[in-house]
């Protein structure tokens, strides 16, 4: 995971992909990038059935807000 972080930091704030983590391992990594680059986070799921799930998953790793966007 700090690998990631550390090309984000590097390549600056632009958009990343990153794809094909298992379990909450994605929020965790959501939470590091949060806490240690100091910049939002965008995630973005494919059924609002996962929304609370992953937001209390979030929570776990960090203190900032978590802000939940349902579809339309």
């Known amino acids: 995971m700090q690998s990631i972080i550390n090309r984000l930091r590097e390549h600056g704030r632009h958009r990343f992909d ?3 983590l298992a379990g909450s391992s994605g929020q965790l990594l959501a939470a590091r990038i949060r806490n240690q ?4 986070v965008c995630c973005i799921v494919p059924a ?3 929304l609370d799930v992953i937001a ?6 960090t ?3 978590i802000l939940i966007y349902p579809s339309f």
Do not use: K, M, V
Not at 37 to 40: C, D, E
């Open 18 to 20: 990153i794809t094909g």
């Open 37 to 40: 680059l100091n910049i939002s």
């Open 48 to 50: 609002d059935e996962q």
């Open 56 to 61: 209390r998953d979030t929570a776990l790793f």
């Open 63 to 65: 203190d900032a807000p």
